[in-house]
């Protein structure tokens, strides 16, 4: 049926800046998962990279999906959203805005509070987990062509604090 | 003829003209080609007349130009000692993007104090650059008066204010005296009466708002509304915009049934920290006769070198605070308020670590245990000699008013021998559950004193396989990818062991994977069991994208189950329940997010999930939502937001609770989209914690670039709404962020 085992995940970079705290959970997991494909490996300084990933957004929501009739939850959404996107040393757009969402639903009840925020520490490294292939996955799809024209001068620079 | 004061720097740039006025003034684009040094005045005319240097006298298509300042007019005279300049008739004055029509101005040139009398007046101007959408406000209108005072500060008196476009605007503030001063970027009403399809629907005394859609200070609309347990219900909030990154808001309330409630909340946002302050106090319910009130903390800081904080603190005076006071779900739906502050330590490659102080206010229902402290360390190293190690340790003081109370330490050594390659993983891992706990009272019978060590190992491992598809005009790549999942862990009798925090864990794809049944460290369940799945993924070969994802998975039992949880009973057969999923995006226009769960023993669903959207463009989406969850719960759920006619959008949202035969929550409601404003009215019904209704109306007026007036359903339509897209076009940052 045209199945074969997946070859070597060659990216297109062989230096990557993660745009993250280097103490973070994420960053650890995408620095192992990238010394992985044996091509590439993440760096701490920026302007050593070939590439930059710029985190414009890694949001966590917990939305209430349902109430039981005494109008307690009963079941809870967990919602991680990252949006990110990457540039060449140039600041070339090597891959536009991409945003990557996961989504757990969790069932609630009162009385096993305690029992319920560990089960939603598991989820949340399960997401992140799901979220780190994704990212990868979108990683090895990038192309870079190195004629691409330079960006224009007057491109907007990065907006100030945020709001 | 022309007409012109000296000067030697650089010549200004030729300025952008409005091409009626082209034609009106033939030599304008002539002029406006001649470089004009700055500082410097040239004046052009059909007859010009000079006397001594002193004063110059122009008449016919007269033209003034100085730096990027246009003044057009019929007659002009120019006082050249004071550069005072009078012009009369049909008169333009053109600066920057500002554009002033009358019969009469008057103008210092060196100052820019001047006067335009009975005038007519286009101001443009980007709205502020830190926004996703960047627009511009055009701002039009006519005043009695209006007065130049400086380069960028116009005050205007008896004046009408509208961003819509003119003629004949939708909504305009008709404003005795109006200040605008687009240094600050900041506007100032005194005595406005805000008129809306020519019916006045709000005075103010007083207003101040912003002119690029930025934060300012000032008095923000008032919510109006009234529900059930409140009565007529008004805030009215006054927004106080400290500095960039602080500001704060102050909130008076009054509640027709209970009296007045005074409200704060205080926010900051640095480089290393964000928070949020907040409080409510009611000196006085006068249905309950008492004083009520809250007070929350939400802060988180980063201390740097891999050490943060988190402060999560909410208290209330009573019990019934949210269900009486609030309409919103979030907070009627509490049963547990958290108290906790946590301080994490990652700043060793090897070691992440945790300080956790935390209590509950119980509203409804039993109280959670409290951890007073609970102490977290988990020593990880990855890949060192083809093994990983990992050790997390835990110590934990549970306290309890009424049930079994005492330390806890367990401690859980692991070492694995991960193999992977591109295409394959196989990880072998072996460890020991060791715990002990040391209870100060005990209400269950057993010892005080426990000690407990498990012994078990696993094997995980999974293959992936890919393959190149053709859907449509899409080429993807499908995967398959198969694992299987191996657990032995010893059986302990657990039976004496008190239940802290320990519960069984929603059977997912999470948990087929997981070692132990129960989340948790009270039972460690015996396991001799083997799990196997198989997920397939549709991910864009161009972008990476995951468009589509299945998933099976099932687990097989080679023994029975021993350890159980007090009242559990035990599991019987030797396979667990069958697993389905299937998430994403079908088509162009349809998502699907499902999730099913089978008992082949009892021949029974368990849980299932079914959700579908169909949104073929943005502001236009109809959703489906099927709930169940055996014996617990059966929901359906419809919602949508939908282009009816001409500019309305139907929103609504039905959720019924099928198993209780219940609404839980309905929202029905129209947007209304003109070209400079956009009205919402939503009706909200909601079930609290005290079996009640908490019924609420929000209608709300929002105004392109001045303001919104109401209350805003814009939160809880993107809450509730599958798919909701915010109609407004432009953004509306200081009353975009009130709670939902």
């Known amino acids: 049926c045209g199945f074969h085992l997946r070859g070597p995940q060659a990216m297109a970079f062989k230096t990557i800046h993660l745009g993250m705290s280097e103490y973070s959970d994420l960053a650890n997991d995408l620095r192992r998962q990238l010394r992985t494909t044996g091509t590439t490996e993440a760096v701490s300084t920026a302007s050593d990279a070939e590439v930059r990933m710029i985190v414009v957004a890694d949001n966590r929501e917990k939305n209430i999906l349902s109430l039981s009739s005494g109008g307690t939850v009963r079941e809870f959404q967990l919602k991680r959203q990252f949006r990110f996107r990457v540039l060449d040393k140039a600041g070339r757009e090597v891959m536009s805005l991409a945003e990557i969402a996961v989504t757990r639903d969790i069932t609630y009840n009162d009385n096993i509070a305690l029992a319920k925020e560990q089960e939603e520490l598991i989820l949340q490294r399960d997401m992140q987990a799901d979220l780190v292939q994704q990212i990868m996955r979108r990683l090895a799809a990038i192309r870079i062509d190195p004629n691409a024209p330079a960006p224009a001068a007057s491109a907007p620079t990065a907006a100030p604090a945020a709001r | 003829q022309t007409s012109s004061s000296a000067s030697s720097a650089a010549a200004a740039k030729p300025v952008a003209l409005p091409p009626a006025l082209l034609q009106k003034f033939p030599m304008l ?109 055009t701002a039009t209108g006519e005043a009695e008066t209006l007065l130049l005072e400086g380069k960028n500060q116009y005050r205007l008196q008896d004046a009408t204010y509208t961003t819509c476009r003119a003629p004949d605007p939708d909504w305009y503030l008709k404003v005795r005296d109006l200040s605008l001063d687009y240094d600050r970027e900041r506007g100032e009403a005194h005595d406005a009466v805000l008129r809306f399809k020519n019916v006045p629907v709000m005075w103010m005394p007083w207003a101040d708002f912003p002119l690029n859609d930025s934060r300012q200070s000032g008095l923000l609309p008032p919510t109006i509304g009234s529900t059930s347990s409140t009565g007529f219900d008004i805030t009215q909030p006054y927004y106080v915009n400290l500095a960039p990154n602080y500001d704060a808001t102050l909130a008076p309330r009054w509640m027709g049934r209970r009296g007045l409630q005074l409200g704060t909340e205080f926010r900051y946002l640095t480089k290393s920290g964000t928070g949020r302050l907040s409080g409510e106090w009611l000196s006085r319910d006068q249905l309950t006769k008492e004083e009520r009130g809250l007070v929350s903390a939400r802060n988180f800081q980063d201390f740097g070198g891999g050490l943060n904080g988190s402060l999560d603190y909410t208290q209330v005076t009573d019990a019934n605070y949210f269900a009486d006071l609030s309409s919103r779900i979030t907070s009627t739906s509490q049963a547990t308020l958290n108290q906790q502050a946590i301080l994490n330590y990652g700043g060793l490659p090897w070691l992440s670590s945790s300080l956790n102080v935390q209590r509950f206010q119980t509203l409804v229902g039993e109280a959670p245990y409290d951890r007073l402290p609970q102490v977290r360390a988990d020593l990880n190293v990855p890949d060192q000699l083809g093994m990983s190690v990992r050790m997390p340790f835990e110590y934990t003081k549970f306290e309890h008013s009424a049930k079994d109370a005492g330390e806890r330490t367990t401690v859980h050594p692991q070492v694995a021998l991960p193999l992977q390659n591109s ?223 001409g500019g309305w959008y139907a929103v609504g949202r039905y959720n019924y609770n099928l198993k209780d035969s219940q609404l839980t929550e309905a929202i029905a409601g129209f947007e209304y989209k003109a070209g400079c404003w956009v009205l919402r009215t939503v009706y909200q019904t909601l079930l609290n914690t005290k079996q009640v209704r908490n019924n609420a109306i929000y209608l709300q007026l929002e105004l392109n670039g001045l303001a919104s007036v109401g209350s805003s359903p814009v939160q809880l339509l993107r809450r509730s709404v599958g798919g909701y897209t915010d109609i407004t076009s432009t953004g509306d940052p200081v009353f975009g962020t009130s709670a939902e």
């Open chain 2, 29 to 137: 684009a002539a002029e406006n080609a001649i470089p004009l040094a700055p500082g410097a005045t040239r004046v052009r005319a059909e007859r010009l007349d000079g006397r001594n240097q002193f004063e110059l006298t122009a008449e016919g298509k007269v033209i003034l130009r100085r730096d990027s300042m246009f003044l057009l007019s019929d007659r002009l005279r120019l006082d050249q000692i004071s550069n005072e300049v009078t012009a009369e008739g049909n008169v333009s004055l053109l600066r920057g993007r500002d554009r002033i029509d009358g019969p009469r101005a008057q103008l210092n040139l060196d100052t820019s104090v001047g006067e335009v009398t009975k005038p007519n007046y286009v101001f443009q101007r980007d709205s502020a650059p830190f926004q996703k959408r960047s627009t511009t406000l």
């Open chain 2, 423 to 645: 295409y394959a993983f196989f990880v072998p891992k072996a460890g020991v559950h060791l715990s002990h706990y040391d209870l100060t009272r005990r209400t269950t019978t057993g010892y005080n004193t426990l000690y407990r060590s498990v012994p078990g190992f696993s094997v995980d491992s999974g293959l992936t396989f890919e393959r190149s598809l053709k859907l449509g005009q899409s080429d993807f790549i499908q995967t398959l990818e198969p694992r299987v999942f191996y657990v032995r862990t010893a059986y302990r009798d657990q039976s004496q062991f008190p239940v802290f925090d320990t519960a069984r864990a929603d059977f997912n794809f999470s948990q087929l994977f997981s070692e132990n049944i129960y989340t948790g460290s009270d039972r460690i369940a015996d396991a001799n069991q083997m799990t196997s799945a198989v997920t397939s993924r549709f991910i864009s070969e161009q972008t990476g994208e995951e468009a589509l994802r299945l998933a099976v998975g099932q687990r097989f039992y080679f023994s029975g189950q021993e350890v159980t949880l007090p009242g559990e009973t035990r599991r019987d057969g030797r396979i667990a329940d069958w697993l389905g999923l299937m998430s994403g995006r079908v088509t162009r226009s349809i998502w699907v997010d499902s999730f099913y769960q089978y008992d082949p023993r009892e021949h029974r669903s368990e849980r299932g999930v079914l959700t579908t959207r169909y949104q073929p463009q943005a502001g236009k989406s109809a959703a489906v939502s099927y709930r169940y969850q055996r014996g617990v719960l059966r929901d359906i759920d419809f919602s949508g937001q939908w282009p009816v006619a």
